[in-house]
């Protein structure tokens, strides 16, 4: 799925700057994610406590 989103960015840029951006955003939004997970995690625990 992922290598789909980069190859159509790709085309529609066509150049290898959009696979470079779509490759950041998609690291970012994983990196949100996770850290959102953590937060929720630690406050679970808090609040279990």
Same mark, same amino acid.
């Given at each position: 799925?992922? %290598?789909?989103? @980069?190859? %159509? &960015?790709?085309? @529609? #840029?066509?150049?290898?700057?959009?696979?470079?951006? #779509?490759? @950041? !955003?998609?690291?970012? @939004?994983?990196?949100? *994610?996770? !850290? #959102? !997970?953590? !937060?929720?995690? *630690?406050? &679970?625990?808090?609040?279990?406590?």
């Amino acid at each position: 799925m992922s %290598s789909t989103v @980069v190859t %159509s &960015a790709g085309t @529609v #840029a066509g150049s290898t700057d959009a696979c470079a951006v #779509a490759l @950041v !955003l998609a690291v970012w @939004v994983v990196g949100a *994610v996770a !850290l #959102a !997970l953590l !937060l929720a995690g *630690v406050i &679970a625990l808090r609040e279990h406590r």
